[in-house]
């Protein structure tokens, strides 16, 4: 597509309803409840844990409404990117694309890790080329190499196509779906309320677990950056978009509920993956376990798959904007995808086992610090568009309007305050608090060198390579 010679690249609309559901819901929901439901439950309780899944739920909504109202108005690659340069500006709007581009990068580089520690729980790993020691954990090249191998099956994946992608993202979330199911009914058949203790531990198991929340939410928000490719009445986005927030606070309550029915404290506290040796121990029979692993790889990969999908159509759209270098606004000529920027989220997917296991919480909280943020700007970037552009076609029109907005402002800094030094879980120093800082300074020097690149893009020029025709603001139409 061409205006005044300026060519702005597009992606093919291939994805429909089905595709769109099991990207938003297996990306949010991943590894993280086969690993972690123990731990919530540990944390504040069965109740506890439930109370605080169903608080960020809400928040969470609060949020997604904003979404839900903005993705149909403008549904275009880059989302919160593009919904904040509309309400903001092109500064925030760096920000947010850069932000959420490392929500997603962080949490596929999770998955690599993960990955390899599923498949070692089914299959032992062998140990060889010892590289180092990171917090405790010794890295082998052999464990490296496997959690590789996985991000270059899921680049090549992306690479071929946005079909090929949703394909394996509908299979892949199918399995992991019934496998989370017969957990759930068979822990509860055979399982105990006896077995659900502590049942509350307090305000600060609550806050503890309630922190964790944003991450496991986490992928809803890849609908946005789909949107230019869904083949779906734009009305029907909105409501996707709320049923998968929805389908996955119910997905991990049962999951709390579950594991905490199917094994005393002992024995799901002392787990190396905690719903699969639970699982077993509530059945009897240790190839359940097994199984469990097999449900939740297919969890890594629909999860790993999700946020390759997000990080490359942000990383598209702020080249195709000339807010990176051009070459990352290409997509290929037979396959219609952005193949740059699926090299460099690939690359850095299949590195990120070098830092071994324990970079998984690392990954998980760093990652939830440039969701919430992203958060914050979608959400101003809501109260700003229902002032300035009150006439703007809104397919979806969220009731209460600008209320919603500010209260999913309020969420996104009550959340930011929480991971901030002096909230109660402030990330990690140095090890998550590194990462984030480093990927603010190498988003500063891009930033400027973008600017030394593409010193004078006209408004005119960056309007249409931002909403192109269909959504371009009228006072720059003709200009």
């Known amino acids: 597509m061409t205006q005044n010679n300026v060519e702005r690249e597009s992606l093919n609309r291939v994805l429909g309803i089905k595709d769109v559901v099991a990207l938003a819901f297996g990306t949010m929901i991943g590894w993280g409840w086969i690993m972690l439901a123990g731990v919530w439950v540990e944390k504040a309780g069965a109740v506890g844990a439930v109370v605080a899944f169903l608080i960020g739920a809400v928040l969470c909504i609060f949020v997604g409404l904003t979404y839900a109202e903005l993705t149909p108005a403008l549904p275009l690659a880059g989302g919160e990117l593009v919904f904040s340069y509309r309400g903001l500006g092109y500064n925030a709007s760096w920000i947010t694309g850069w932000m959420i581009t490392f929500a997603y990068v962080g949490v596929a580089a999770w998955e690599g890790p993960a990955l390899v520690t599923a498949i070692d729980y089914l299959v032992p790993i ?35 196509g946005a079909k090929p992608a949703a394909v394996f993202q509908l299979s892949a ?3 992991m779906s019934v496998g989370g199911i017969l957990f759930f009914v068979g822990s509860v058949s055979a399982g105990s309320v006896e077995n659900m203790v502590p049942t509350y531990t307090g305000t600060a198991g609550l806050v503890a677990v309630l922190l964790m929340v944003p991450a496991m939410f986490v992928g809803f928000d890849v609908i946005p950056q789909a949107a230019e490719e869904m083949n779906i009445p734009l009305q029907k986005i909105a409501k996707v978009l709320i049923i998968s927030i929805l389908l996955a606070a119910a997905w991990y309550i049962i999951m709390i509920v579950g594991i905490a029915m199917a094994a005393p404290p002992d024995v799901r506290n002392g787990a190396s993956i905690p719903v699969a040796e ?43 904007a000339k807010m990176l270098p051009a070459v990352f606004g290409k997509v290929h000529p037979k396959y219609q995808t952005p193949t740059a920027a699926i090299i460099l989220v690939g690359a850095i997917t299949c590195v990120s086992p070098l830092l071994g296991k324990s970079a998984l919480v690392w990954f998980v909280d760093a990652s939830a610090f440039g969701t919430v943020i992203a958060y914050f700007m979608v959400a101003a970037s809501f109260v700003a568009l229902r002032r300035k552009e009150p006439e703007l076609a809104r397919p979806y029109k969220v009731k209460g309007g600008i209320a919603v907005g500010i209260g999913a402002v309020l969420v996104a800094v009550f959340f930011l305050c929480l991971y901030l030094p002096f909230g109660p879980g402030s990330l990690i120093w140095p090890y998550e608090w590194l990462m984030v800082l480093g990927w603010i300074v190498l988003g500063v020097i891009l930033y400027a060198m973008n600017k030394k690149e593409f010193p004078n893009v006209p408004l005119s020029e960056r309007e249409y390579l931002m909403f192109g025709d269909d959504y371009a603001r009228e006072k720059y139409m003709k200009k």
């Open 278 to 320: 639970s699982f077993a121990y509530v059945v009897g029979a240790p190839i359940v376990g097994k199984l469990m692993i097999i449900a939740a790889l297919c969890g890594i990969l629909t999860s790993w798959n999700g946020f390759i999908i997000g990080a490359t159509r942000v990383i598209f759209a702020m080249g195709r």
């Open 173 to 175: 979330t199918i399995a």
């Open 126 to 160: 062998p140990r060889f080329g010892f590289l180092w020691t990171v917090a405790g954990f010794d890295v082998y090249a052999s464990w490296v190499l496997v959690g590789a191998l996985g991000g270059l099956l899921l680049a090549f994946v992306n690479y071929r």
